[in-house]
């Protein structure tokens, strides 16, 4: 492709890709232990009693574990979109935006905009923007994992 290993290697779509990797290896830990604790508390009664009914393991899944685990996925799946707007600490310490504003993040552009250009009222403009996009994020995964109430149908 007339790129040495090196320039391909120092180039913007590997930085950000390892970025992305570094988040996941760091965050992943604590995700599982928090799917662990979970699945350990769902009462062994209820899937005794799926088994019992002769419930296979794709029903058991869908309609015993996942409905049990519903408070934990939405846990996580906040925490996991808060932790990628937010991160800013891996591009601070590996990258600091560059190769070409590539890995810029917005919480690392409202750092660099508040403190390296001295542009404050800026910074905390790029920060507020960044909670209405969290706050909009998590309004709408609350409302996709909301607790659905089976309908009745209506005696006519």
Known sequence: MGLSFFDWLSGPSVAMCVIIMLAVWTTSGTFMLIFLAALQGIPRELEEAAAIEGVGRLQMLRHVIL??????????VTLGLIATW???DQVYVMSGGAPGNTT????YLSYSSAFDDA???Q?????FVLLIIILAFTVAQRFLLRE???RTRRNR
């Open 67 to 76: 409905p049990a685990l519903r408070p934990v996925i939405f846990l996580v």
């Open 86 to 88: 937010q991160v800013f």
């Open 104 to 107: 810029l993040t917005p919480a």
């Open 119 to 121: 542009n404050f009222g």
């Open 123 to 127: 910074g905390a403009a790029i920060a």
């Open 148 to 150: 659905r109430t089976p």
